[in-house]
């Protein structure tokens, strides 16, 4: 497996020692038999690994055990004991890390997710386990954007409407990773150790899957992230 299968951003964090990766649609796996592949080719112990049953919710868990975690879409490692791992094919990967304790954690967090308010959910099981929120970063990696997700009036009275604008036929363009960094603003991470990957899994079809584009053809990104 080369390099090229994956984008690499454990430079975003600022130590050697920390892998933050998101696989890319040159990467040929996915499933739990894909991830352990994967964790294992980018240098991490896949007996370390533990993930999320991913159920679209604003649950978020503490890892305890490396393993699944049900029913739930975010996982934090105190101290970073575990490799922490999620799926993707439009919904945002977000990397947490603080370099100074070790704690590490992944939130998938699609539009559900962010009306359930996953991300306060996740910096709030951070200050639960005694961590400073001024240690953490946080990378959103690359997800669907406001070019190309579009929701109808059903729901739209869920959304902020700080975040969406208005089209034709009743249709809503809503700005996810704006609405993201807001969450993670207000809830007390600053908002310069924030870093957006400004790509749109929809529009970047040769690099990304993408759920919306493809639907049940649709493949998935594992993102990983880890100390050595």
Sequence with gaps: MTQNQWD????????????????????????RSGRISFVRAVGL?????????????????IASRPGIVPNTDGIISPGGSFVCS?????????????????????????????VSKILPTAVNSILQIGESLRDFSVLIGPSIQACCFEVRDDVID???????????????????????????????????????????????QDEYHSYRRNRSKAGRMIAIIGWR
């Design 45 to 61: 112990n896949s007996d370390n690994l533990a993930f999320p049953k991913q159920i679209h919710s604003g649950y978020v868990e």
């Design 86 to 114: 999620i799926q993707v094919a439009d919904c945002l990967p977000v990397f947490f890390a603080n370099t100074e304790s070790g704690t590490v954690g992944l939130v998938h967090t699609g539009w559900r997710g962010l």
């Design 158 to 204: 869920q959304f902020v409407p700080a975040f969406y604008k208005k089209n034709s036929n009743n249709r809503y363009t809503v700005d996810l990773q704006k609405w993201a960094v807001h969450q993670l603003a207000d809830s007390g991470i600053t908002r310069s150790r924030v870093t957006v990957i400004d790509k749109c899994t929809f529009c970047s």
């Design 8 to 31: 690499d951003y454990s430079s975003a964090f600022g130590h050697d020692d920390l892998i933050a990766v998101l696989s890319n649609r040159r990467y040929p796996g996915e499933g």
